[in-house]
C-alpha cells in the first residue's frame, strides 16, 4: 500500500518569493506522482504529474517538481508566487498498476502582499 | 466538454438521517470515484466502479454506505444512518480508462456535508 506525507500543513510566503511544497511517498511498487491544487469550493484540478522520464516535470501556472527515488520526494516548487496562487495543494500516488490516487494531508499556500 | 456533475451542492441534516449524492461523469468516461474530504484532510477514496462494477471498495464503511452506478454512467453515494463524523465534501471523479497506462481524473466540484 501506498501513503504520502505532506511535511508542512501550511506554508506563508510574501507575494513574488519562491516557494517549494514538500511531499515524501512510501510504496513498494514503481509510482506514478502527481500534485493537485484545490481553490476555495473547487474541486481539485491538476497541476502536473510524473509518470516517467525526466525526474524534473513542469505544470502549469509556473509550477515544477522534481521527482527523487533515493529520497522518495516529489517536491513542489515555483520561483514567484503570485496572490492568485493561495489555494491548498495535495501531492497524490498511484501504484502503476492501478487507476487510483493516495492523497496526502495537503498544504495550505498563503501568499502575503 | 463538460466536467463532472455533482449535486447537491450543500447538504445539512441532523445525525441518524439518510442523505444521496448524485454524480454525473463526463461522457464516455469508464471509471469512476467517489472520495470522502474531511476539513483539514487529503480525500480518501472510498469506492471505484469501472463501468458498472466495483474495483474498489475496501475504504467503504459499509454498515452504513452504499453507493451504485445505474447502467455504467451516472452514479449515487447514499449514507443511511448518518453521524457526526460522516461531514466532509463528498468528491465524485472520473476518468477514461482503468486499465493500463494512466489516465488523469477529471473532479467534480464536490457535496458538502454537515451533519448536525
Known amino acids: 500500500a501506498q501513503s504520502v506525507t505532506q511535511l508542512d500543513s501550511q506554508v506563508p510566503v510574501f507575494e513574488e518569493a519562491p516557494v517549494e511544497l514538500r511531499c515524501n511517498y512510501s510504496s513498494s511498487v514503481s509510482v506514478y506522482l502527481f500534485w493537485y491544487v484545490q481553490y476555495p469550493n473547487q474541486g481539485l484540478q491538476l497541476l502536473l504529474k510524473?509518470?516517467?522520464?525526466?525526474?524534473l516535470v513542469k505544470g502549469i501556472n509556473g509550477f515544477e517538481a522534481e521527482f527523487n527515488k533515493s529520497q522518495t520526494s516529489f517536491h513542489l516548487r515555483k520561483p514567484s508566487v503570485h496572490i492568485s496562487d493561495t489555494a491548498e495543494y495535495f501531492c497524490?500516488?498511484?501504484?502503476?498498476?492501478?487507476?487510483?490516487?493516495?492523497f496526502g494531508q495537503g498544504t495550505r499556500l498563503t501568499i502575503n502582499p | 466538454e463538460a466536467g463532472v456533475a455533482q449535486s447537491p451542492r450543500y447538504k445539512i441534516i441532523e445525525k441518524r438521517q439518510s442523505v444521496a449524492f448524485w454524480c454525473n461523469p463526463i461522457?464516455?468516461?469508464?471509471?469512476l470515484y467517489w472520495y470522502q474530504q474531511i476539513l483539514g484532510q487529503g480525500p480518501k477514496l472510498l469506492i471505484q466502479?469501472?463501468?458498472?462494477?466495483?474495483?474498489?471498495d475496501s475504504q467503504l464503511p459499509k454498515d452504513r454506505f452504499s453507493a451504485e452506478r445505474l447502467k455504467g454512467v451516472d452514479s449515487t453515494l447514499k449514507i443511511q444512518p448518518a453521524k457526526l463524523e460522516d461531514s466532509a465534501v463528498y468528491l465524485c471523479?472520473?476518468?477514461?480508462?482503468?486499465?493500463?497506462?494512466?489516465?488523469?481524473?477529471?473532479f467534480g466540484n464536490g457535496t458538502r456535508l454537515t451533519v448536525t
Open positions: 510524473y509518470l516517467s522520464g525526466s525526474t
Open positions: 471523479a472520473s476518468s477514461p480508462t482503468g486499465q493500463g497506462g494512466w489516465s488523469p481524473l477529471h
Open positions: 466502479f469501472q463501468n458498472n462494477g466495483v474495483v474498489d
Open positions: 497524490a500516488v498511484s501504484d502503476q498498476g492501478a487507476q487510483k490516487l493516495v
Open positions: 461522457s464516455g468516461h469508464a471509471t
